[in-house]
């Protein structure tokens, strides 16, 4: 009987599969930290012989190579995905056996649409397909969106992908499991995807690529698309160049003269504590990425790539957490490191706070005359469904670049959809000297708290 273990990367909004019978198994898109995959694989009792790739990620490193090397697996890649290091190329029908004993196979299946060269595969028992790895292709009601690779590939890609869904629709029978990487809050997903877990029947029933025709299908999902996160423009050539191993050691520990003299020649420090005590009291200048706010998505989407960064926490775990989240994409050695609270990293002279709020707040303020000045930084699409009526919009990617459009002399609100990015955006803010009120609430309250919330066309 065949299993198959998910490692979920909630930060990164994706997952990785180990796939086997009784004796092997099969890494489907493994993380860059592949130590949990070795640890799900001991407890099963397999060897890991074959590691394979959906396609070269845009969205994390991967750590499928180091992980063949380290277990002597072979390392299964798309024929046509352009990558400079020794692997298994593999074609569309090309099937190898993971577990001979259990009779399971693996079959490539061409998906392309995600990326030209994606492939899906079909894991199969005694020659019937039970589970489908379909990366960025067939997502849960949704796919993977088709403009990552190159602007002028989008339109082609998009129709691939639709056909791509209908291959693996028309192919496979309703009762087969559907195992997508992406589509658990990964911005590689080209509309918001939900649930746990799915199989091809139920998708033919709810996935807009199975019930739409091309055209139509096209046509939305191109009009969908939003902003790509920064970092993606690092994370292919990484991983087509062929990933280095991580190093999770702890870094070097930072004092108090070293953190304020890293501020002051502007570099990064990040504090990790959640939003709430970060808004109570920090370190003036620092800026808040809290560590269970998609963190490995946020923060190398803002930070400009290759600038030093060190990490503020509670704890030495908290740390080690957040190294491990940041390497996935790319971020592999901190700077220095410090554990404890601002005090200690500042002295009480060194410290800043700032005002938390909900919309009942600013509904309060608006009420009372004083019209403050309130900035929305949820992305485009989140924008154009939705929107506070006489609200600014920046995207919180975009707010550093744009924030001398803020004015200097008054009190900025900000808000977002639930308080995460309305807290990063609030840490930016504040470190370049505004007084700010950060909305801790979900936008759907904004209405009931007596705002007047526009939908429809801007």
Known sequence: MYFVETLALAGLGNRSYLAGGRSAAVVVDPPRDFDQVIALAARRGVRITHVAETHVHNDYVTGGLELARVVGAQYLVPADAEVFFERTAVADGDSVIIDAASGLVLRAMATPGHTPHHTSYVLEEDGTAVAAFTGGSLLIGAVGRPDLVEPTLTARLARAQHASAHRLADELDDDVRVMPTHGFGSFCAATQASGESTTIGEQKKTNSAL????????????????????????????????PAPVDLTPPRRADAAEIRRRL????????????????DGHVAGTYNFDLDGQLATHLPWLLPWGRPVTLLAETPEQIARAQRELVRVGIDRPAAAATGSPLDWAGSEGLRAFDRSDFQGLAAARADGSRPFVVDVRRNSERAAARIEDTVHIPLHELRARISEIPADITVWVHCAGGVRAAIAASLLDAAGHRVVAVDDGFDQAESAGLSVLRGAL
């Open 211 to 242: 019930l739409q025709d091309t055209e139509t299908f096209v046509a939305e999902l191109l009009a969908g698309l939003d902003d790509i996160p920064a970092y993606y423009t690092h994370m292919g050539p990484a991983n087509a160049a062929g």
């Open 264 to 279: 002051q020649d502007g570099e990064w420090v990040v504090d990790l504590r959640n939003r709430i005590a970060y808004a």
